[in-house]
């Protein structure tokens, strides 16, 4: 018999650490510098009250509440009250626009919202219908609604290990669509509880596990890695309190597995090699003895002197990157998967770890390559469906069940995957956000002095524009022509969630015509032959300072 079919909900996994072990710790959460920690009965005490009051509240059972925050304990405990009620969590991502939240918000038809640890809450508040029922998490200063601690003082906790079918839908998580648009990703507790299950002995992730949250727990990898893997696992979880404190947080907390996304990792190496340039690093590490000293100290100032799994994911790593964190000792594991087949999919494992490909499929998981070089992947715990868009589900399944990726790829003959690109135009930031250009370019060309754009941005931190000029742009001097594009990028940032914001914009010198193959017959601009041309260039236009730029003719 299959592993999977063994597996406990997460409801059931909270009740198995309540009972066996109540006072050990599993979340800390720094505030104000100071940790504060929760045991498992405290966990369990607070979760079950909170789910107590939600079901007073009378919703109709399979509600849908969001959660608008960042990471935090507070965060965790929503969502578990959120199941244990009988109800639908809806994470939010805390950076979204009012526009964006308001849409999912209306769209998921949520009857509640937790509202957390933010950094903008005063330009977040109007994207909250008021219709919607709102409840403050504790310590972070938004004292607009009902708080958290005091809206449990009277209630009492539910009583009995309350759990529901493992089919039921216990999450809908938006992302972006190539239209711009969210989707909301329907999850079951089964796919959860499945991609667990057989992920965590698969990494030998067990009860020891430390797990540092700083990623979003929105996103998928964060979702399942940290909050999944810790609550199967019965493993220990530490948040950072901020982007200052990050670095003295992690140092702190030291855990056993880590994630990062490829944008992190070139952040770690800059930072250390301000303080160690690399001539000095090179002839350090070819002395012996020396070499492991120094090691040593850059792991512990990372942090990472006890992981054993360090994962880059999310986006595309280098091989280089991952080539100069292996001479100091930390070996990157680079991984693959979606929100849509529930973080399960590929993963190098330490001890098979093959640098340049996204490792190998996990257990039950069946994948190929169509016609079209498309990675299509095939196990128990795809999603259910795209929330309300059931046309839009259709389209990214194929007849026998298998999920398009919409990533190009490659296998081994030892089955390692490598991938190559995108079928689609969307594309993913080193961040790990997808970005969809269409909605962008097209908000770029509503000014007179633009014939054409061209969004890209893949593998790098924000998106960049490539544009060409119009008659009427053509004319103008290059001191009023950068003026007016500057003001037009700054007003489509404005509009835009923190990472589509475009870093800069390039005037490129050759229009994009049907003649030299960069338009289609139908005026469409041929995005991958236009890319071949200016790829080489991204990096270096991205680390101008100028946010507008001449392309230099060649």
């Known amino acids: 018999m299959s592993r999977s079919a063994e597996v406990l909900s997460p409801l059931a996994m909270l009740y198995k650490w309540e009972q066996e072990q109540p006072e050990r710790m599993y979340l800390r959460q720094p505030i104000n510098g100071e940790w504060m920690t929760y045991n498992w009965a405290r966990i369990g005490d607070e979760v079950r009250r909170m789910a107590h009051l939600l079901q007073q509240k009378n919703y109709e059972p399979g509600s849908k509440i969001a959660i608008l925050s960042k990471n935090c304990v507070h965060w965790v405990l929503s969502d578990l009250a959120i199941w244990m009620a009988g109800h639908v969590s809806v994470p939010i991502y805390p950076n979204v626009t009012p526009n964006t939240l308001r849409q999912i918000l209306e769209h998921s038809g949520a009857k509640l919202c937790f509202v957390g ?111 999944m893997g810790s609550l199967y696992a019965g493993g220990q979880v530490s948040f950072a309190e901020s982007l200052d404190t990050f670095p003295a947080n992690l140092a702190e907390t030291q855990p056993t597995v880590f994630l990062a996304v490829p944008r992190i990792w070139a952040k770690f190496q800059e930072k250390i090699l301000e303080k160690m340039p690399q001539h000095k690093l090179d002839l350090l590490l070819r002395i012996p003895i020396i070499n492991g000293v120094v090691k040593k100290k850059i792991k512990a100032g990372l942090g990472l002197t006890k992981a054993t799994n360090i994962f880059s994911g999310a986006a595309p790593i280098s091989v280089e990157l991952i080539n100069w964190f292996g001479k100091i000792g930390v070996q990157i594991q680079q991984a693959y998967a979606m929100t849509e087949d529930a973080c399960y999919s590929h993963v190098n494992v330490k001890e098979r770890d093959k640098i340049g490909t996204v490792g190998e499929a996990l257990p039950e998981v069946d994948v190929r390559i169509s016609q079209e070089g498309e990675i299509q992947i095939k196990h128990k715990a795809l999603m259910k469906g795209y929330y309300k868009e059931e046309g839009m589900t259709a389209e990214v399944f194929t007849p026998d069940g298998y999920f398009k990726t919409g990533d190009k790829g490659e296998r081994d003959a030892a089955g390692y995957l490598r991938i190559t690109g995108r079928v689609k135009d969307l594309f993913k930031t080193s961040k790990g956000k997808y970005v969809a250009p269409a909605p962008i370019e097209m908000k770029l060309m509503d000014d007179h002095d633009i014939e054409q754009a061209c969004v890209v941005g893949l593998g790098l931190p924000q998106p960049i524009a490539l544009i060409t000029l119009s008659e009427t742009g053509a004319k103008k001097t290059e001191r009023e022509l950068e003026h007016g594009i500057r003001e037009v990028m700054y007003r489509i940032n404005e509009q835009l969630d923190s990472f589509e914001k475009l870093k800069s914009t390039i005037i490129v010198r050759e229009q994009w015509t049907i003649d030299n193959g960069l338009m289609t017959p139908t005026m469409k601009i041929k995005r991958s032959d236009i890319e071949k041309i200016y790829q080489d260039y991204y990096q270096q236009w991205y680390d101008a300072k100028e946010d507008i730029l001449w392309e230099e003719v060649r």
């Open 117 to 227: 640890k933010l950094d903008d809450w005063d330009y977040l508040k109007p994207g909250i219908p008021n219709e919607i029922d709102k409840i403050c998490f504790p310590f972070y200063g938004i004292n607009d609604y009902p708080n958290w601690d005091e809206v449990l003082q009277d209630v009492e906790p539910l009583t009995g290990n309350i759990d529901y079918p493992m089919d039921n839908i216990c999450t809908i998580m938006y992302t972006s669509g190539t239209t711009g648009i969210p989707k909301g990703v329907m999850h079951s507790f089964f796919n959860f509880a499945y991609a667990a299950s057989n992920a965590l002995p698969t990494l030998s992730v067990g009860r020891e596990a430390v797990f540092f949250s700083y990623l979003p727990m929105c996103h998928i990898a964060e979702r399942l890695l940290i909050e």
